[in-house]
């Protein structure tokens, strides 16, 4: 999931900087936690695996914020699933970076000059996938009649994006078909019980604009 402080169109580039979570995504993330965390509801901590936060201030809020009232699940910064580096781009709008820059920049395929390009965050992606697979593939492989086999995410707009569309294993282009609304929550998984056959079970679940 993405914090409730998203980027909208035509707001800055904010990768690396540190801005905390706004007021309102703070309020939205406190009235969502009850929804949907808790036992046998969306968010089990009981389910739970691991969660991967973003170092960002702004994601360790929000799962502190998604979690209190409810017991925190096993968890750790992960630096991997931090948002896009925007490079010479960070605080600047998709508006000014074609005015002052390139009037046909796309970050699909261009990337971003002394951040990320489009092979970095793909390649930082599917490590993470990797990783996750991984983790997913021993839980069922012990079938030690534990429940606790779910992965959760707090991290970006950008880089929720990108987890999707490369879970879904489609280039990186592709990631313009996808959306992830501030504060929303979407499901990967499995068809067939093979994690070769990766697909998005939910997208936007619980998202608030």
């Given amino acids: 999931m993405a914090p409730a402080s998203g980027p909208s169109p035509g707001s800055t580039r ?6 905390p979570l706004t007021a309102n995504g703070e309020k939205i993330i406190s009235v969502l936690g ?19 936060i ?23 910064t992960e ?23 390139d009037p046909k920049w796309q970050i699909w395929e261009d990337g971003c ?11 930082r992606v599917d490590g993470m996938i ?13 079938d030690d009649g534990s429940c606790a086999g779910d992965i959760l995410i707090v991290s970006h707009g950008h880089f929720t994006r990108v987890f999707l569309t490369r879970w879904c294993a489609l280039p990186l282009s592709q990631g313009r078909l996808f959306v992830a609304d501030p504060g929303a ?5 499995y068809q067939h019980h093979n994690f070769k056959e990766r697909s998005l079970l939910g997208l936007n679940l619980f998202g608030e604009i």
């Avoid at 904010?14 to 801005?19: E, P």
């Avoid at 630096?79 to 820059?101: H, L, S």
């Avoid at 002394?114 to 793909?122: F, L, M, P, V």
């Avoid at 929550?185 to 998984?189: D, M, P, W």
């Fill in 79 to 101: 630096e991997g699933v931090q948002e896009w580096d925007y490079g010479k781009y960070e605080g600047k709008t998709a508006a000014t970076i074609r005015k002052e820059f």
């Fill in 34 to 52: 009850p929804k949907i965390v808790g036992p046998g509801k969306l968010l089990d901590p009981k389910h739970i695996q691991k969660a991967f």
């Fill in 185 to 189: 929550i979407s499901i990967c998984g």
């Fill in 130 to 142: 990797e990783k996750i697979v991984a983790m997913t593939e021993v839980h069922h492989d012990e």
């Fill in 14 to 19: 904010t990768g690396k900087t540190d801005i």
């Fill in 54 to 76: 973003s170092p960002r201030q702004r994601a360790q809020t929000t799962f502190q914020l998604l979690f209190a009232g409810s017991e925190l699940p096993p968890w750790e």
């Fill in 113 to 123: 000059p002394e951040g990320e390009s489009a092979e970095d965050i793909t390649k």
